[in-house]
C-alpha cells in the first residue's frame, strides 16, 4: 500500500510556464489537500476537495487551481509560475473532511525561476 | 481566528535527554489538538491528537503530549530522546466539524540530536 504518491520529486520551472504536479493516494479517502511548505511559515493550505467532483479554496489559492475528477487523483496546476511559487508542496488526504487525521505524500519541491 | 505559536524555531538536545517542545494556540472553543512530525525529506505524520477527554494524551515513538485549557497550551514531551527523532514538529490545532472544519499548522519546531 502506498498512501499518497506525488510526482514530481522535484523540478525546476521557468516562469511563466504552465505546470501540474500530480497526487494519487490509495485510501480511498474522502477528502483531499494541497498545502505549500515555506520556511518560516509553516503549511498553508491552498486547495482541497471534500469528496470527488468538489473543490474550495484554502488560504492561498491564488496562482493554483485543482481538479477532482475521481477519488484518487487530486492534481494541482499552476497555470503561469511565479518565483513566489517556489515552495514545497504537499498533497495530504483524510477520510472525511473534518476527521482531522491528514495523511501526507512525501512533497514535491519546485523551484520557479 | 485560531492560531498557533510555536516559540522556539530550533532546539538541540543530547541523546537520552528529555525534550519538551512548546506549542501556544489561540482559538475560543475547546480546540482539536494535534502533533506531526516531518522527517528529512518526509511528508508528515501524526504523532498524536487531542479531541477530549485525558488530557495527557499518548503518541507513537513513545511521544506524549498535556492540553493545559489555562495556559492554552499542548506541549509535546518525550522522556528519553533517540538520534533518530531528529526532525521538524508542527503543532496543529483544528477547528469546526464536517465540511467546515479547519486545521491550522504552526511555523515548526526543528529539533536536533547530538550523540
Known amino acids: 500500500i502506498a498512501g499518497i504518491t506525488q510526482a514530481p520529486t522535484s523540478q525546476i520551472l521557468a516562469a511563466g510556464r504552465r505546470m501540474t504536479l500530480r497526487c494519487t493516494q490509495d485510501m480511498r479517502h474522502n477528502a483531499m489537500y494541497w498545502y505549500r511548505q515555506d520556511l518560516g511559515l509553516g503549511l498553508r493550505l491552498i486547495h482541497y476537495?471534500?469528496?470527488?467532483?468538489?473543490?474550495g479554496k484554502g488560504e492561498v489559492p491564488d496562482g493554483y487551481s485543482v481538479s477532482r475528477a475521481n477519488t484518487d487523483d487530486f492534481p494541482l496546476t499552476l497555470a503561469s509560475a511565479v518565483p513566489s511559487q517556489t515552495s514545497v508542496y504537499f498533497c495530504a488526504s483524510s477520510k472525511e473532511r473534518g476527521s482531522y487525521e491528514q495523511f501526507f505524500g512525501p512533497g514535491t519541491r519546485l523551484t520557479v525561476l | 481566528a485560531q492560531s498557533v505559536t510555536q516559540p522556539d524555531i530550533h532546539i538541540t538536545v543530547s541523546e537520552g535527554a528529555s525534550l519538551e517542545l512548546r506549542c501556544n494556540y489561540s482559538y475560543g472553543a475547546t480546540p482539536y489538538l494535534f502533533w506531526y512530525v516531518q522527517s528529512p525529506g518526509q511528508g508528515l505524520q501524526l504523532l498524536l491528537k487531542y479531541f477530549s477527554g485525558d488530557t495527557l494524551v499518548q503518541g507513537i515513538k513513545g511521544f506524549e503530549a498535556e492540553f493545559k485549557r489555562s495556559q492554552s497550551s499542548f506541549n509535546l514531551r518525550k522522556p528519553s530522546v533517540h538520534w533518530s527523532d531528529a526532525a521538524e514538529y508542527f503543532c496543529a490545532v483544528g477547528q469546526g466539524t464536517g465540511t467546515a472544519s479547519k486545521l491550522t499548522f504552526g511555523t515548526g519546531t526543528r529539533l536536533q540530536v547530538t550523540l
Open positions: 476537495s471534500n469528496t470527488a467532483g468538489t473543490t
